[in-house]
């Protein structure tokens, strides 16, 4: 799960971050674990999967699987139960055939790929059942040559990134990680629009997949419901003073949790805890990816595209307008939120005038 932190931009420096993230939020308080080598997960998976999907009502012999994918009937037989382990309900076994029992709600590249045609998400999806941070993974990628467009997408993190050594809690297949990689033709200073049209994305999909919720958009990085934050955004960069080599936007979307651990279970919050249902990953994550793909084209393409983000986002968001908030920077100030400048920033009222926030803590009161 992640966190806006925004910094400021150093030419031609390898790395940069954008954004902040409070205090009172749903990360651990314990420094980061060790970042543990990707356990990238087996293509043969989702393809197994897709074809039981496509064969619901029928038994699909292991011969039958094995020719579609290549392998023995043995590899079959170890691939399904490599699926059951993650959760995949799938009656039967090698000798009289196998049949899903219920839809798999993995992320896996074959369950995405298919609702994800005709945007730039749909061609390169990285699934790993266990990482340490999709986000440094999705920029090792990049600074490598991943094109844009690359999605990386865990079941779980290990060393989920928030600001400095903060852990996100990403307990197994029951949050959307997720990170992708653009290379959009805009300068540096943009990057701060791009994640304030990421929260938006991600506003959009929860709404499509549940008309009934209305997250809160709360400047610059994360969303909340009644208070409480179920998703953080975490954009990182490379660049140079005039142009971006690349950004990844990583987002974190508490999904299905039951509870959170210790002093988080004031602060988070899950779309199941908020709702009393269970949600598909897969349809909010291709929801959220398709969202994403149309508020990145349109600001890249269409004119008054940027204006309209940042009216979106004051218009959806509690905290932009009118709050008693106390900002830590500068030695800490304290007024009324006034919206947004023309770069995306937070304005704030004090009694000395109205200042911009740029990159401390906001505290809503």
Excluded at 29 to 58: E, F, W, Y
Excluded at 185 to 212: H, K, M, N, T, Y
Excluded at 301 to 319: N, P, T
Aim: aromatic share 6%; proline share 5%.
């Amino acid at each position: 799960m992640f966190f806006l932190l925004f910094s400021r931009i150093i030419p031609r420096i390898k790395k940069a971050s954008i954004g902040r993230d409070s205090r009172k939020s749903s990360r651990a308080r314990a420094p980061a674990p060790h970042n543990p080598a990707p356990q990238k997960t087996d293509t043969r998976l989702g393809r197994i999967a897709r074809l039981l999907m496509d064969n619901a009502t029928v038994v699909v012999s292991g011969t039958k699987i094995a020719d579609e994918i290549g392998t023995s009937r043995s590899e079959v037989w170890r691939l399904v139960q490599q699926l059951r382990t993650l959760g995949v309900e799938i009656a039967g076994h090698s000798a009289t055939g196998y049949r899903l029992k219920a839809v798999p709600d993995l992320l896996l590249p074959d369950m995405l790929a298919p609702f994800l045609k005709g945007t730039i998400f749909g061609q390169e999806i990285h699934h790993y059942y266990k990482i340490g941070s999709t986000n440094s993974e999705a920029m090792e990628s990049a600074s490598a040559g991943a094109p844009e467009g690359s999605v990386f997408v865990a079941e779980e993190q290990t060393a989920g990134r928030g600001r400095g050594a903060h852990h996100w809690d990403s307990a197994p297949s029951a949050g959307i990680y997720c990170s992708v990689v653009l290379r959009p033709a805009l300068p540096p200073s943009e990057a701060l629009i791009l994640s304030l049209a990421a929260g938006l994305a991600v506003q959009a999909a929860v709404q499509q997949v549940d008309s009934r919720v209305l997250p809160d958009l709360k400047w610059p990085n994360d969303l909340v419901i009644e208070g409480k934050k179920f998703c953080g955004i975490l954009t990182e960069m490379n660049s140079e003073a005039t142009r971006v080599r690349y950004i990844v936007v990583g987002i974190g979307i508490n999904v299905n949790q039951a509870g959170f651990p210790g002093d988080l279970r004031e602060a988070a919050t899950s779309l199941r805890l908020a709702t009393g249902t269970e949600w598909s990953r897969v349809e909010l994550c291709a929801a959220l990816l398709k969202s994403l793909d149309r508020e990145y084209r349109d600001l890249l393409q269409k004119v008054g595209a940027r204006d309209s983000i940042l009216e979106r986002f004051q218009e959806r968001s509690s905290s932009a307008r009118g709050r008693q908030a106390r900002v830590e920077e500068n030695g800490g100030f304290e007024g009324v939120t006034e919206g947004l400048d023309p770069r995306g920033f937070l304005q704030v009222r004090t009694a000395q005038g109205v200042r911009t926030v740029l990159s401390g803590t906001v505290r809503l009161k």
